[in-house]
């Protein structure tokens, strides 16, 4: 007989993600992925001067704003034809390569670690790091007091089969608490550049508009060298300790194995990428085709009267329902489900993020550093480049990339110019079109714009990694990515679906960007 698991709202990820899976016996047979809250920022976007986009569509979220700004950045610049100063590309690296790597250690601490280790450790702890003591004393205080255990914030949590090394647990908790001053300090480093933190308002449409003054660089690399080594070692062991504790999360979530990236870090002139753009089809690295994109809108909550295909800036002509009634979604007629629309790339549903760039970048052969850091922890953990189409291969590759991009933020601070311009201002191009492509924390992100006669936005679109990811089905019936990765998991205990939430979490979703 056929049952069904519902989470929603599914916790520690950010915004209003509803997962419905249809079991057949304790195997999932088939799941359904709804972002449940409409935005509209696309449309919110329209008839203001072009420039506004960098802000407004920062609001999309307040995890990865920078990403916003530095592709709407991007799609500005594309439609004015020019590309920013060599110094704004440098300091726009540093921003972004910042930012994203704050982001990796809030999702891995903050937000997944609690799947795999057991905080209830802490109560075996002798030694005398204040922070961990600090910790054994709010549990204990729980348990005497009533009984609610363990203490928030480390909610919520299920009967599973978490990590049973002690010294591993330990660490991990640690790294909780030693993170959120490290994050603290890569927010100071992106407002050194970026002017502010979160929602950076320095990077625009030809360059970064703070200047890279010797104090400014200076103080950057202060904070650099203070955060580089919990990075290098607490973070990546705690990470590796992780994955050696769950080897069997190398073969759970694997999805289609369809990888999309975008071209990420260029150097100072915009060229020779750090991180390959490209897709991985049937194992197979191939050269990225935009215009083999589209977004299809069969199982999405919105309606026109045109093609369900459309191709970037098409979606302007959906309108949204007027009125969801979710309780209700199981029998609408037309069987939408969800305001995520579903991108497709020559119509295969695509997995974009941290696995996907390291799957085409190593494919690829642009970076012997990262093929090279890769082969180690393959040798160290047994894996191959295809097991990092997994859960734990998405960790693994945010704790890849973060190093990498650490490496690479120390070479790029030191090719800045001070004196030089980072930013040169242009005229705002009417009747122009742009597209911007970036990497985001969580993968492929991309904007496009269109101006009318007088510069103002005529018609804007997001088309976001989660987006990707979480997308509904499409009008060939093929599912979305997560969806895909969800089938065929077997769920031990279906009031405790710590399986399911694995999966979702390791991509990483953001439901405020998805649905946008
Ligand atoms: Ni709201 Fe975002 C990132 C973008 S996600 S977090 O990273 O773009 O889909």
Redesign the pocket.
């Known amino acids: 007989m056929s049952t069904k698991i519902v989470i929603d709202p599914v916790t520690r990820v950010?915004g209003h993600l509803r997962v419905e899976t249809t079991m057949d016996g304790n195997r999932v047979q088939s799941a359904r992925c709804s972002g449940d809250m409409f935005r509209g920022l696309e449309k919110a976007l329209k008839g203001y001067d072009a420039r506004t986009a960098q802000q407004i569509t920062q609001r999309?979220?307040g995890?990865?704003p920078y990403?916003?700004a530095e592709t709407a950045a991007l799609a500005l610049e594309d439609a004015m034809g020019i590309r920013p100063e060599p110094n704004g590309q440098l300091l726009r690296n540093l921003t972004v390569g910042t930012y994203q790597i704050k982001?990796f250690l809030l999702h891995f601490y903050t937000l997944c670690a609690l799947d795999f280790i057991d905080i209830t450790a802490v109560l075996g702890y002798e030694g005398r790091d204040a922070g961990l003591q600090q910790v054994r004393g709010w549990v204990q205080q729980e348990l005497a007091n009533n009984k609610v255990f363990p203490a928030a914030p480390f909610l919520p949590r299920y009967e599973a089969d978490y990590c049973t090394d002690q010294a591993a647990n330990i660490s991990a908790i640690k790294g909780y608490l030693d993170a959120i001053p490290i994050m603290a300090d890569f927010h100071k480093m992106v407002a050194i550049f970026g002017g502010k933190s979160p929602h950076p308002v320095a990077i625009e449409a030809g360059g970064v508009t703070t200047p890279p003054t010797l104090d400014r660089i200076a103080h950057f690399r202060t904070l650099l060298a203070t955060c580089a080594p919990f990075v290098r070692e607490q973070y990546t062991q705690d990470v590796i300790a992780v994955a050696q504790a769950f080897p069997g999360y190398f073969r759970e979530g694997r999805g289609y194995g369809n990888m999309l990236s975008y071209p990420y870090l260029p150097d100072a002139n915009g060229d020779n990428f750090f991180f390959a753009g490209g897709v991985t089809i049937d194992g197979e690295y191939r050269a990225l085709e935009l215009d083999k994109i589209t977004e299809d809108h069969t199982y999405a909550y919105y309606y026109d009267n045109s093609s369900p295909l459309l191709r970037p800036l098409q979606t302007d002509t959906l309108r949204p329902l007027s009125s969801v009634d979710f309780q209700a979604q199981q029998s609408r007629s037309d069987g939408k489900y969800s305001w995520g629309r579903a991108p497709r790339y020559d119509g295969l549903p695509m997995e974009v993020g941290p696995a996907a760039r390291i799957i085409n970048t190593y494919k690829s052969g642009t970076n012997s550093e990262l093929n090279a850091l890769v082969n180690r922890f393959n040798r160290q953990l047994d894996i191959t480049i295809d097991d990092y189409a997994s859960v734990m291969g998405r960790h693994l590759s945010r704790a890849i990339l973060a190093n990498l991009t650490l490496n690479h933020m120390e070479r790029q601070l030191e090719m800045l110019q001070p004196g030089k311009p980072a930013f040169s201002e242009h005229p705002v191009p009417r009747n122009a079109r742009g597209v911007g492509i970036t990497e985001?924390?969580?993968?492929s992100?991309s904007h496009y714009i269109e101006t009318d006669s007088r510069g103002l936005i005529r018609n804007y679109e997001m088309i976001?990694?989660?987006?990707w990811n979480m997308s509904p089905r499409d009008g060939s019936g093929n599912q979305g990515p997560v969806e895909q990765m969800l089938q065929n998991t077997v769920v031990a205990d279906a009031a405790n679906p710590m399986e399911l939430a694995r999966i979702v979490r390791s991509t990483d979703p953001?439901i405020?960007?998805?649905v946008h």
């Open positions: 950010e999309v979220c995890v990865c990403a916003h982001d985001a924390t969580r993968g992100l976001v990694p989660t987006t953001c405020g960007c998805s």
